[in-house]
């Protein structure tokens, strides 16, 4: 069978082109292929297409502060080729199914929309898998009847379904992604750049011990963490730095520095490989700062890591308890002294919103972190689908079924303790703040 995975475009009052590359679809591509199936990846959001759409009533409140406030949104878009265009080249490919990306819940309308023309115009099976697919498969089943399969979790173990479907004959029982090389012979790799390098996204370990109650990877990876081998990872990179010229190496991992000793020793490896001299890492899915210390810092310069984007969510020890983050009590500050010193460039992120959360406790730690002098990332509180925290949350039902409304740039949900009106203050000082030190604002 002909298979076409595709990236979907999706509407936003922004994006960043550098998170776009398509790690998820390249290992459902894989497994397809290992069961005997040809597959092309269509990514529809590369090289970038936008152009501005309406404002659609969802974020009617936000319209005042559009091109009025300063550092906010001043468009909304839509990212990506147009439906007509990606139905040409579905169709110019001659499949007998079609696989969509469906990772982010405020995502799924493009998503639906897309199913439906395919189904409808093209008459072909379609399914859809990632994060939104996994939490809120029951859901999707009555809002898209256009989409024939659901997959659950990762696509290892989740396509089981889909092949049955496509060959009765098929006796798929999972495969263990930690031997698998990801299929990025089907990337154009000249769409993916940062500045004039080749870059890739991979991935080292899955799973989430920490159990952060706003959080959902558990729900797509489980809370136990499993980690690759370092023989297959530096497989992977020596295949992509000699065939793709991929000089920029970014590691989607939630949580890459969690086991200390197998960080070290894959840190040692790459300082051994002579050709990876002129690479650089990234890990722009963010590290847990709880892990970090001098030498682990010291040893991530070495083998490239220049920038540094950390987790701390709410400087406040009890709300870190509250919500489960791991190091509750750990302070930030000799991690960022050390980063510094070695010459690293940081982020940190938190996040604005949450309850119990006050306007002067956010408006503190942001302060905290730029008298760190560090760039400051402001993520304002979206519900989190399959999380614990929205199961205890009493929730507007409106708000609830509306899924665009579940993104930080919604500001959605107010509290008894923040407004609407002061999460924008406090979205706009940040960022106002980082241009102003720094001559940066945070996209």
Not at 29 to 35: G, H, K, M
Not at 411 to 440: C, D, K, P
Request: charged letters at 20%; one cysteine or more; proline letters at 5%.
């Amino acid at each position: 069978m002909r298979i076409v995975l595709i990236q979907p475009p999706f509407e936003d009052f922004f994006a960043t082109p550098i998170r776009f590359y398509p790690l998820g679809l390249t290992y459902v591509a894989v497994t397809l292929r290992l069961c005997g199936h040809e597959v092309a990846v269509l990514d529809t959001l590369t090289p970038l297409h936008k152009r501005t759409i309406t404002l659609p009533p969802s974020f009617s409140h936000l319209r005042q502060h559009l091109n009025e406030t300063p550092h906010f949104f001043k468009h909304y878009f839509r990212f990506g080729k147009e439906d007509h265009a990606i139905l040409q080249e579905i169709a110019a490919l001659r499949p007998h199914a079609v696989g969509l990306s469906a990772q982010f819940t405020a995502y799924y309308k493009n998503v639906h929309e897309l199913a439906g023309k395919i189904k409808n115009e093209l008459g072909l099976f379609v399914f859809i898998g990632g994060n939104h697919a996994t939490a809120l498969s029951a859901e999707i089943r009555q809002r898209s009847p256009a989409i024939d399969v659901i997959v659950n979790g990762p696509a290892e173990n989740g396509l089981g379904e889909v092949l049955q479907r496509l060959d009765a004959s098929s006796s798929f029982t999972g495969l263990d992604w930690r031997t698998l090389q990801p299929a990025h012979d089907l990337i154009h790799f000249q769409d993916y750049q940062i500045g004039k390098r080749n870059y890739a996204s991979l991935i080292c370990s899955r799973g989430c011990p920490a159990g952060c109650e706003f959080c959902s990877v558990q729900n797509m990876f489980g809370r136990r963490i499993a980690y690759r081998s370092i023989e297959s990872i530096l497989a992977e990179m020596h295949y992509l730095y000699d065939q793709h010229q991929v000089r920029i190496f970014n590691f989607e991992d939630d949580n890459l520095t969690c086991h200390r000793s197998w960080f070290k020793s894959f840190m040692a490896a790459l300082l051994k490989e002579s050709r990876f001299k002129d690479i650089e890492l990234t890990a722009m899915n963010g590290i847990c700062y709880p892990t970090l210390d001098e030498e682990l810092l010291s040893l991530m310069w070495q083998a490239g890591f220049r920038r540094l984007n950390l987790s701390l969510v709410t400087q406040d020890p009890r709300l870190r308890r509250v919500y489960q983050r791991p190091g509750a009590g750990q302070d930030l500050q000799p991690v960022i002294r050390a980063a510094q010193n070695l010459g690293f460039q940081i982020t940190v992120y938190l996040i604005i919103g949450l309850p119990e959360q006050t306007y002067e406790e956010v408006k503190g730690t942001i302060d905290h972190l730029l008298d760190l002098n560090v760039l400051v990332g402001p993520s304002v509180f979206y519900l989190p689908p399959a999380s614990p925290l929205l199961q205890r949350l009493q929730i507007d039902r409106k708000i609830l079924s509306d899924w665009n409304l579940y993104r930080s740039a919604a500001f959605a949900i107010e509290t008894e303790h923040l407004s609407r009106q002061q999460l924008v203050e406090l979205f706009i000082y940040a960022r106002g703040e980082n241009l102003s030190r720094t001559g940066q604002g945070m996209d």
